[in-house]
C-alpha cells in the first residue's frame, strides 16, 4: 500500500514540485547572498550561512531522490534534475554518484559498499570525500571561482558559497553515513536509525537520519520518508 501512494505522488507530479521548490530557494537565496553587502558584526550573517548548508544539502537529497526515481515517474526528468542538483552542489557527476549510491544499496557494510569504511571518523570521512571526489571537479570549481570573483565579492563567495558546500558535505556523511552505518548491527539493512523526533530529522538531513527506514522503503522520497518512522 505505501509503494501504490508513493507511486501516485510521484505521478501526480509532487516530487518534481518538492525538487523544484529546493532548487529554487537554493539558487534565490544564493543568488541574493552574493549581492549582500554584509557586515561582519550581524549576526544574521552567521545564521544564512546554516541556511544555506541546508539548501545545499536539500540539492543532494534531492539529487539522491533521482536515483531512486522518487523525483518524476519519467527518467529522464529523473536523471536531468539529478544532474542538475549535483552539478550546482559542486559539479558532481550524476552517473556516478548514481552507480556508487546503487551499490551502497546493494552491498551495505561490505567491502563493496562504497560508503563504508571500518575505521574511525577522521579516516571515514576523508575517504568519503575521496572517494567521491574528482580532480576534473576540483579543477571546474576553482576556475569557476576565479572566474565569479570578477563579478562577485570573495568575501561572499567564500561565506555563501563555498563554505557551505563543505558544510554540508560534513553534514550528509556524518548523518547519512556514519552515524547510521559505523559499529556492528544485528539487522538486514546493517543500520541504525534517529530517535523520532521529526523537527529534528528534518534539519539534520532531511529525514535521513531515519536511516533504517530509508533502506528498508529506498523508494520513499524525503518528504514521505517521515511516514515510515514507526517508534
Known amino acids: 500500500m505505501a509503494d501504490l501512494t508513493i507511486k501516485k505522488y510521484t505521478a501526480s507530479g509532487l516530487g518534481l514540485m518538492f525538487a523544484m521548490l ?3 530557494c537554493w539558487v534565490i537565496s544564493t543568488v541574493l547572498l552574493m549581492r549582500w553587502h554584509f557586515n561582519w558584526s550581524n549576526p544574521l550573517v552567521y545564521l544564512l ?25 519519467n527518467p529522464i526528468v ?49 575517504r568519503f570525500f575521496r572517494n567521491y571526489l574528482t580532480i576534473w571537479q576540483v579543477v571546474f570549481m576553482a576556475v569557476l571561482f576565479n572566474v565569479l570573483k570578477v563579478w562577485v565579492p570573495q568575501q561572499n563567495l567564500i561565506l555563501f558559497w563555498v563554505l557551505p ?52 522503503a529506498p523508494g520513499t522520497p524525503w518528504w514521505l520518508l517521515w511516514k515510515m518512522k514507526g517508534v
Not at 541546508?54 to 531522490?65: E, M, V
Not at 529523473?78 to 542538475?84: A, D, F, H, P, T
Not at 559499529?183 to 529534528?200: A, L
Request: charged content about 10%; proline content about 2%.
Open 22 to 24: 529546493v532548487i529554487s
Open 49 to 73: 550561512i546554516l541556511v544555506q548548508m541546508h539548501l545545499y544539502t536539500g540539492l543532494f537529497i534531492t539529487a539522491h531522490d533521482a536515483m531512486h526515481g522518487t523525483v518524476s515517474s
Open 78 to 126: 529523473n536523471r536531468v534534475v539529478g544532474q542538475v542538483c549535483t552539478l550546482f552542489y559542486a559539479a558532481f557527476w550524476y552517473p556516478k554518484l548514481y552507480t556508487k549510491h546503487h551499490l551502497h544499496h546493494s552491498h551495505v557494510h561490505t567491502e563493496h559498499d562504497p560508503d563504508y569504511h571500518n575505521g574511525n571518523f577522521l579516516s571515514w570521512f576523508f
Open 165 to 216: 558546500s563543505l558544510l554540508s558535505t560534513l553534514q550528509l556523511f556524518y548523518f547519512g553515513t556514519y552515524l547510521p552505518h559505523k559499529g556492528e548491527h544485528d539487522n538486514k539493512h546493517h543500520s541504525t536509525t534517529q530517535s523520532k523526533n521529526h523537527v529534528v530529522a528534518f534539519f539534520t538531513c532531511y529525514f535521513f537520519g531515519y536511516h533504517y527506514e530509508h533502506h528498508d
